[in-house]
């Protein structure tokens, strides 16, 4: 099987991007000449892998980050056994020979994602993501043309500052959140501020709460 080899370099915002993006460099090496690849990429975020590796992973994160993560996570004495992996997404490419290739991977602000949830509540720092690669590898054989599925277990690490993130969030959406209702619920709070006169989000949240 041909042997290939990736690595994922520095991420950056995307430029001129219609919705937020981020875009990862990717470099490959192989043991014989490539004509294309055809690949997936599947990306986890790995919250057990935040630094400082040396500190037990509750002590990593400040309060207000542990009180962020509680729904996410479950209570701070069992984090040892119950974070895990958070899928983010996968990316579909095309690649001619082992040129590098930049993947664009958009980015959601929907709430109700683990993935999203868990970055917004951080306030700083990397995180570590976690690159799976399938696909095929088109190469030219003694044969002629021959294609080879990308051999399983092939794996990437890179970083993620927080900052990069929860930045090109705010240059997209500003100061605020998407937060996911059903339609029956959305029309019931449209009524409610009908009926109360309350003329911004804002206001209709600091009432239902009791502020």
């Known amino acids: ?6 690595q994922v370099g520095e991420v950056r915002a995307a430029p001129h991007s219609a919705v937020p993006a981020l875009d990862f460099p ?5 043991d014989r000449p490539v004509r294309s690849l055809v690949l997936q990429a599947r990306i986890h975020l790995e919250p057990s892998r935040r630094e400082p590796l040396n500190r037990p992973l509750l002590e990593r994160h400040s309060p207000a980050e542990v009180a962020w993560l509680r729904p ?30 930049e993947l664009r991977v ?5 709430m109700s994602l683990a993935v999203t949830r868990y970055l917004y509540g951080l306030e700083g720092g990397n995180v570590e993501l976690r690159w799976s690669f399938s696909g095929s590898i088109f190469w030219d054989g003694p ?8 051999r399983p277990g092939l794996e990437a ?10 930045g090109l969030m705010q240059q997209h959406y500003g100061q605020q959140v998407c937060m996911p209702v059903s339609c029956e619920a959305f029309a019931r ?19 239902l709460v009791g502020r």
């Open 106 to 110: 958009p980015c959601s602000f929907d």
């Open 72 to 101: 996410l996570f479950g209570e701070p004495e069992q984090w040892a056994r119950s974070v895990s992996s958070l899928f983010w997404t996968q990316v579909n490419a095309q690649a001619s020979g082992l040129q590098p290739l």
């Open 26 to 30: 990717l470099q490959w090496e192989a």
């Open 143 to 150: 044969q002629g043309l021959q294609v080879s599925p990308i």
């Open 157 to 166: 690490r890179s970083q993620l500052p927080v900052e990069l993130w929860q």
């Open 189 to 207: 709070l449209e009524r409610y501020r009908d009926e109360h006169k309350i003329f911004d989000w804002d206001t209709l949240c600091d009432r």
């Open 1 to 6: 099987m041909l042997e290939l080899r990736v």
